[in-house]
């Protein structure tokens, strides 16, 4: 127990150390780009967005960095051991459990494809955000001046307008991968319990081979959510940084 504990404390420093060296680098690498625009660039933006980039857009890049390949393999082969299990104790109960899984696999990423756009365009208007309250700060003065502050605000508000429908929009969608998983999940104990059970009390199935294959088959369920989850912070971290780049 304590050697388990251990390793799990050292895997997941050494994944931590390794998403901040990699955001280290990225921010680095930023940087360097940021000094070789020519001088009419910097005219065309405006430095809250790239202050933006720099550290909220990069921060997450860097927390996934850490677990991007540790975390699919050991999901992955704990799949693959529990669904060699259920192989040898019945192929024909093997083959029901997975059924559902590519039915999965084909609804998750085109749920998947519409956050990625959503996202697109919240990375955008945030960076419009962040430049709008530069140039506020930038010309305070002006503003005073003119008596402008109320155009600014209604400027400001209809941006958090759009960033909130589309926050609202990705809660959806991101729930409604949820909401199907779910019931992937408690469906297939269910169709189990229901035709094993049959299957049970005309004895071409017996109790204990059942109930076998019900507990590896909840041994399956934790590490492909895992695997799913994995895949829909691969996509988000890939629109993040194709934005950046």
């Known amino acids: 127990m304590l050697a388990t504990a251990g390793l799990r404390y050292v895997l997941s420093v050494r994944k931590g150390v390794l998403g901040e060296i990699m955001l280290r680098r990225l921010r680095y690498d930023l940087f360097t780009q940021i000094l070789r625009f020519p001088l009419t660039h910097f005219r065309r933006i405006s430095a809250g967005e790239v202050v933006t980039m720099a550290t909220a857009e990069a921060e997450p890049l860097g927390r996934y960095m850490g677990v991007a390949v540790a975390n699919p393999v050991l999901q992955g082969g704990t799949l693959a051991t529990a669904m060699t299990f259920l192989f040898v ?10 059924a559902l899984f590519p039915l999965q ?27 709008h309250i530069s140039e506020s700060i930038s010309g305070v003065r002006e503003i005073h001046s003119n008596d402008t502050s109320l155009f600014e605000r209604a400027r400001v508000s209809e941006r958090l307008g759009v960033l909130f429908r589309i926050r609202r929009r990705l809660y959806m969608l991101g729930n409604g991968i949820i909401f199907l998983n779910s019931f992937f999940t408690q469906l297939t104990p269910f169709l189990f319990y229901l035709i094993g059970g049959y299957l049970v009390i005309r004895g071409e199935l017996t109790l204990g081979a059942l109930v076998a294959v019900i507990a590896a088959y909840r041994e399956t369920v934790q590490p492909w959510n895992e695997l799913i989850d994995n895949y829909q912070q691969l996509e988000d971290n890939r629109v993040k940084y194709a934005a950046l780049v």
């Open 89 to 98: 104790q019945d192929w024909i109960l093997g083959l029901a459990a997975i």
């Open 105 to 131: 696999a084909g609804i998750v990423p085109k749920l998947q494809h519409r956050m990625n756009e959503e996202s697109r365009r919240r990375l955008a208007n945030v960076r419009l955000f962040a430049g």
